[in-house]
């Protein structure tokens, strides 16, 4: 079985203030890893996978297989960040079943 | 791009009364899949489907049928809606390239009484 865990229901930040969103998973496979953000009345878009250790709006996630965690990073927060996150797994080769975590809201304070 | 059309957008339903809805993809993307998205759950998959009836269950299958008699659409079917079925729901499409991003719809929000 694949599980996804975000422990956190709800961050706050100030603005210029670093973030981590935390994201744990359980898989016996090869997994591959997405962070997802939804905006305020948006459909959910992908912000960054793990494949591609690319940064997307200043975040970064790096896996750490020995933690089994994805976690997201930014250094610096912004208001426009204010949005529910989503980690999700899928079997590595992609096109199965999808987990998604319960989801982290991130509230920036100006 | 890929887009990704559903409809209804809204609707509001009694308990039993069946209901589809649709789902359609404007590119020839093989793998479609349904969510539901509740408060404090986050998404949880319905049901998906790799290609042309194939089809697989995902975490909540229990009181939905889909069907995938052609590409461009996956229906997501409810034969006698309940309460507990009161969601918002969200079809999805892998796009090509093998980077298996998730292209969402729009969403319908459904509520059962």
Known sequence: AQRVTQPEKLLSVFKGAPVELKCNYSYSGSPELFWYVQYSRQRLQLLLRHISRESIKGFTADLNKGETSFHLKKPFAQEEDSAMYYCALTPYGGYQKVTFGTGTKLQVIP | ?113
């Open chain 2, 1 to 113: 791009e890929a887009q990704v059309t559903q409809n209804p957008r809204y609707l509001i339903t009694v308990t039993g009364k069946k209901l589809t809805v649709t789902c359609s993809q404007n590119m020839n993307h093989e793998y479609m899949s349904w969510y539901r998205q509740d408060p404090g759950l986050g998404l949880r998959q319905i049901y998906y489907s790799m290609n042309v009836e194939v089809t697989d269950k995902g975490d909540v299958p229990e009181g939905y049928k889909v069907s995938r008699k052609e590409k461009r659409n996956f229906p997501l079917i409810l034969e006698s809606p309940s309460p507990n079925q009161t969601s918002l729901y969200f079809c999805a499409i892998v796009g090509t390239g093998h980077t298996y991003e998730q292209y969402f719809g729009p969403g319908t929000r459904l509520t059962v009484t």
